[in-house]
């Protein structure tokens, strides 16, 4: 390294010379484009199989989206990433990196150094892995992961990739804010080798390829990856992946890809990668077996591993002692601390209780920072409590005889426990005496049991993601590297993951070292003492005092908009709250951009000042060395500055554009392959959401909103900010509206439209926005089913479940009343002129019935019994109008009349159905039922006739008025002339005329019942 | 650099390691397929300019063609280069190169290095350059060349490209065969590494890539560079030229481009190649003009530079000396030292003898070797002959008056001469005296003229090529490095490129150093002592002595196929023959395989036994140290038995194919897009031998024969040795149809179909062979007018110049009688079923004319007289009879009987013009030309018409025994009455009736001459 700021020439060859040095290959980047180094066949292909592969190297990484036209300094499309693999992980591969960066000249001790979650996936190559975003002073510049998977292929044993951002750590380095300002070597800067190939290739891409060649290359390398499959050609294979997969992120810069088609292109890369991956496994495996590669077992995995120098304690001791449990790990994720702060008290009291030694869940202190999880015990009891194990033998009074002497049942029973009757004790038992078998356990010292507890403590541990790090059973948040136990002053031996248990723990990376730990009562204050707070409950009551101190101190009100603290509190380990600013002037974004900015990435808190107003100051919790805050600071503010014109610079652009540009740029973006694109959508919703106005009898001034709303409700599809916060989606649309004038409820239907986007989320708050927002679903909801995707069993990609319960719940809150067919059909009236779809007959009444059903969710979620919901599901097309009837028949089912409904559907629907099959079916056609009074022979049938005559027209009204219960009730007071009616007539008479008569008349009172109501699906 | 051999990682981290150093930015490969470092863009783009670029990185370079499944040792489909990039070029360029190899440890001095020429062409990328091949010890380990141009641009300054083929840099130090063997960091090995790779891409090139998507990627990408190339982005256009040009590899690996096809192919890339460059340079143009950059000004460039502590002569001396120029320069080719060889000596005394000193060329000694030409003159004269400059005044009697005095006139001549008229001489002239003005020149010492003339033969030396290196109006055929120039033991002061004049010489490389030349007659032994023998006749003496030697003394004889000697003459300095051999199993190969591989790249000299057998020792001349033959022996053997072997995969993997098999491939090579493939080609090539075995009367056996041969004539098209040597076309598919047992005639005719292969050369020595050789040039001059391309001005790519020339040469020689309209006719049935070809109507007269004109070139070359042969053109078709013709023409036109043909063809031809249109085409058509007997009115008629009747008879027996010399006889023999007849007879009388019939007759006459040659069309 030379003297001096490094240049960017000294950042990779330093990092080339310290993995050569490792046994790295010094490798070279990919012949075709690749958007990372994983996907140079030196890491996708070489980390499968149980071959040892250590490899380096420079990675020219192109990632189309990401190019700024080389007038964003934070930002390019091209830029180089310094890739390492090693295979398997070595056990100090944080301390190998670690040093790597002290090799570039970094003093880590003046910074701070976080290991950050960031479980890392590439869905296109069917890889993932846990690990870390690497950070200095809030700078990402080392991607470190522990690959799990590739292709789709489990890794045996797992690699560690470490993925550095040259860029960014030179510009570190030379203390710097432009990747372009970069010296590259003396003389020579980054702008003035790549400033014009940005800006270029930022032409090119979002301007300028060409769409259909794009596509057409897309399914040109995908055949011919296919065909070298075919062959087993896995190396050629994949570079075909790789360009199928380039060709997809220029679709995507030139906002080519909707996303419904991302999910299928990805789908599509990702067969082929898992195919290359198999064959490629497969290969490997004709040629050296699957055995493992050396270092993979488990090493010392078990209890009784002695520590050296240390003896276990005497086998006879009964001594109540503390007991510690530290397991020392790689930096979990907040998610795995939370996970061991819930559950491991009720866990390890279970396993003292079960092999009875009482330890109640209270008594289970866990404290939990970033790299240590720590059990502490006060006083566990130095023995199991005594135990008995009863068997109940014959009654007393079989057992004994008159003279209380034992019977032969008596000692038979002794004899088959192998003990006297003597030794049998009387117990009473819910009243009577019996004679019981009593054996009472040993009680063993606690000692004997504690390095199997240990170790099942470890083991058994449940984290919400694990991973493997080398050995093939065993898994874990993180990586495990060391085990503290302590039983009093004596080491617990036991073994784990290739480690053996002791007494030293490691304090703060930088501010700490190496710790024993003497007994468990000293814990706390000895981790202390080498600058870990461990006891996360403390460290949050700090902070929490620090930042509202410190806010306060200044008058302003420090905030969490979206929950950063949890993650903080285990990211740090020794906090200290510190403030930053940024530059005052860009206080004109928007505060939700601002807010993004220093929350969803860099998780500072924001500021407040008495009127509500964001402040330019923010908050931060440093883990470093409060002696160097002042660089730390810089640091941060360096980074979150870059992050804020970055969004500035993407927010910029995107207003110069305006949404009725980006709505013009709609056809370009596929909604779906067989359902065109985000154009034909768009017009598809302004048609859909005229229709709803007119229906719902909006007033002229709500429907032109609504309509211009729909009109430019996808624009923002097309912003910059969208396409890389996907969140915002809606929001910017909301905001870009808002600047450009519109209307506000234009500008808030634009963002409703999405409302609700949770199950029971709130729903638009504004009539525009509730059209919108049906229109939005009922289209994605036909789409889905008229392009033979529905949702099935636990899929549903598409959120058409969300979607449905949706628009039941928009059209309950604004009381919006529409036929639901009769509104499907309107959606499938647009979607018509595309070829290919399901046809109408089936996609509508389908349809139907997938959101009726949600209907019936959100009713029954309301507490009506599911029959009774089924009952009326079919009566109407009106989500409120379902809700009614079957809130009436709720009702009346509870009702004095319930009996007389039922009395009255009951046996004419059952004897309905003697009537034959096509006499049935004119009679519904006629009127009156088809029953003809001329055929009458008792009184009592016109007597019936009349009363049903008298109950269809209040019937009738009552549905008019939506006054269900008073239908019912009409129905039901049928019940006299019906009983009446049934003592008086054979219904089944001789004449099959006059039989038939009857009949029609009893199944146009059950179809009466079933206008508003299907009784036959009432249970009981 | 580790100790003990180095790895393959040692290699490339050396050479970065050694550059950087040296002020190179280190580069990455580029992100697409390139076949080179150089296609890059930071070399390709980064070269444009003025402004200095060093750089330097590994680039995996992929070349389909090259790919051989993993199974060849030396043979690679995709290969590690370094390349290094130095702009503008150093002085000492050649010293840095060979301190980067000593930095990977290799002890120059103990072997044989040397630069051999090798002028790189990069066709698809419009780039070219001088410069060398790096040889050590026989191996190729590096390409070192000077950019001339990129993209067709001229680079000012052009910079140095060096080119390490790293693979076989690290094979020599690790001192293995196979390039799968290489260590590449310890426990890991080349093969494990790219083994299988390269058997997969092997195959994917070879046999499975599918050729309709290549050719559609192929315009694809050309359509999107032009694209970009609208927007002026040059970078992503770039890219897409690499994309072209990648597809069009893996199309020429799949065998799918035919040799015309090729063309068209490289130079669409080309073409694009060349406007990104224009768009480049505008771009760097607009940003920064086009200033030189710094140290590209031509320095001390003219006479009277100074050489520091030596004085020059005294302006006075005038004695005669000894002058030494020699000027040192990198490796000149051979081509060069024999330009200077030839060239120098008139030129040098041209430049005395025009200063007025005595220098006759047979004075001057020119001596060359590799690093210097040097001009050596003994005892030029110290001072100019004395000159006189005379002008002529009055003439003597106007001069002086009868007293002898001087005239006005004369004193007027004087005055204006500026002297007084008793300085005038009177002198004699063509028998007249007159006075004269007399100027004698002042003669001046040769040293005050030797500066400008040792700078002239520097500056205007001409050779075959020029190279500039840094100095825009500096060219030389490599770079000059120092300047000798010695007038006796004196400097002669003179600058040039950035040198001064001086006395230092520099020795052989290794074995020698630098030497101060004392005095002319001392250098050649000075440069001797440094161990260079300067003069090329004494090294070519002792290299022939000793090869000879060597040889006999084994009983061997040497020889030089390939002619050899000229190229090793100016290769070494200090030559030691030395002898080598390859293991004797390899003989079993063809001869001129194994020749190939000796002379054609190595140029080592094969030996012969007695009864004319190769032997498996051969000899080389050593350049290196004489003390370290063994080292140097043992690599060139290495390099030898690599070529071989190489050579004999090839040739087994052909036989193992066969020819038919090879044949029955032929459909996937395009023969010309509008024309079909190679197997249409075939086919219409024997169609074509059929339809001329029949014409000219083959024997059955000869048809039979040439049919076979035609089948199998372009089979070997597709074998691997003709797609490496494409110079063995033809000779590899003779050598396969006679080891598969095909009959000789076959086989040779196969080789003999591209006969003659120069403008004079053998034709085919068999029928068939000339029956199929005819077949393939129709075509190809068939198809390239039927096209669309014919020959145009100086464009003849297809040379169908000398297919033409060809056609006739094979006709004259094998007497072979065909109608060439007739033949075009049947080629051009044979393509008529292709579409978008130019018709018939225009194709078969354009190209009869076309072939004729070369038969008119043939025999005017043959001392015929250009109006001779236009005379006979059009009166056949028949080569054969063409040439009787013109011969009898050219022999009757010195004969008696000339003038009486003219007179008997040239009034009637002239008179029957004024014969009315109609009348003359009916006369035609009619029987006895129309004329009718019964229209004479004079006797003379009748004599006339008789005396044509009889000799029309004459002339057609004569025609039907090609006795074109009786033919004009008898047409020359109606003088008599022809004369009488218009002395008779008034042509044009008053009676229409009359004068046409008479003007018929005339016309009759004229015609019949013209049956025999179109006399008007020769001159007087």
Known sequence: MSKGKPTFQDVLLGLQDYWAKRGCIIWQPHHTEVGAGTANPGTFLKVLGPHPWNVAYVEPSIRPTDGRYGENPYRLGHYYQYQVILKPCPDNIQDLYLASLEHLGIDLAKHDVRFVEDDWEQPTLGAWGLGWEV????????????????????????????????????????????????????????????????????????????????????????????????????????????????????????????????????????????????????????????????????????????????????????????LLLEIGVEELPASACRAAID?????????????????APGDVQVMVSPRRIAVLIEGVPGEQAPRELTQRGPAFEAAFDAEGNPTKACEGFARAKGVSAGDLEVREEAGRRFVYYVARSESRPTAGLLPDICLKIVRDMYFPKNMRWGFRDVRFSRPIRWLVALWGETVIPFGYA?????????????????????????????????????????????????????????????????????????????????????????????????????????????????????????????????????????????????RIEDAEFSFDKDRATGLEAMAAELGKIVFHVKAGTMKDKTERLVALTNYLAGVCGAPGEVRERALEAARLSKADQVSIMVREFADLEGVMGETYALMEGHHAEVAHAIREQFLPDAAGGAVPASLPGALLATAEKVDNITAAFACGEPPTGSKD????????????????????????????????????????LVERGTVVPEAVDFILERLAKVLTDDGLARDTVDAVLQTSRDFLDLRLRALALHQFRSGAQWDDLVTVFTRPSNLAKKLPTESAEEAGAQPQGGVSPALFTAEVESALFAAWQEAVGKVATAIEGQCYGEALAALASLRPVVDRYFDDVLVMAEDEAVRNNRLRQLAAIAGTVRGVAWLELVQG
């Open 135 to 322: 950070w200095i002073d809030g700078m990402e510049c080392t991607q470190f992961t522990y690959f799990q998977q590739v292709g789709g292929i489990d890794l045996d044993p797992p690699s560690v990739e470490l993925t550095y951002g040259t860029e960014r750590l030179a510009m570190y380095l030379q203390g710097i804010d432009s990747a372009f300002d970069l010296e590259w070597i003396p003389g020579v800067t980054y702008g003035d080798v790549y400033k014009a190939n940005e800006a270029q290739w930022s032409v090119y891409n979002f301007e300028l390829a060409d769409i259909p060649f794009l596509q057409r290359a897309f399914v040109d390398y995908e055949k011919e990856c296919e065909r070298c499959l075919e062959r087993r050609l896995s190396r050629p294979a994949y570079d075909f992946v790789l360009k199928t997969s380039h060709m997809f992120n220029l679709l995507d810069a030139r906002g080519a890809v909707s996303v419904t088609e991302r999910t299928s292109y990805i789908a599509r890369v990702r067969t082929l990668a898992s195919k290359v991956a198999e064959t490629y496994a497969a290969e490997l495996g004709e040629s050296v077996g699957d055995g493992m590669a050396d270092g993979s077992d488990a090493g010392p995995n078990g209890v009784g591993a002695g520590v050296a120098g240390e003896a276990w304690i005497s086998p006879d001791d009964r001594e109540a002692r503390d």
């Open 797 to 836: 990609p598409y959120g058409l479940r969300r979607a449905a319960a949706g628009m039941v719940a928009i059209a309950m809150e604004h009381g919006l009343h529409y036929d639901v067919e009769e509104l499907l059909d309107r959606a499938y009236d647009q979607l018509e002129r595309f070829p290919s």
């Open 343 to 359: 559950l491991l008290p009720e866990r390890v009291a279970g396993l003292f209780t079960a092999e009875g030694v009482e330890v």
């Open 498 to 642: 290739g480690l053996t248990s002791g007494r030293t723990s490691h304090g703060h990376r930088w501010l700490g070292g190496p710790v024993e730990i003497r007994h468990p009562r000293d814990y706390v204050e000895a981790v202390r003492s080498v600058s870990v707070m461990v006891d996360h409950r403390e460290r949050e009551r700090l902070m929490w005092g620090d930042l509202e101190r410190m806010a306060s101190e200044q008058g302003l009100k420090v905030i969490d908009p979206m929950g950063k603290m949890e993650e903080v509190l285990f990211l740090v380990e020794w906090p200290t709250v510190t403030q930053g600013q940024f530059a005052a002037q860009h206080l004109s974004l928007p505060a939700e951009v601002l807010e993004t900015a220093m929350q969803s990435h860099q998780r500072y808190f924001p500021m407040l000042d008495a009127e509500g107003a964001l402040s330019n100051r923010f908050l931060y919790v440093s883990n470093g060395d409060p002696a160097c805050l002042d660089g730390i600071t810089a640091g941060n503010e360096r980074v979150l500055q870059g």
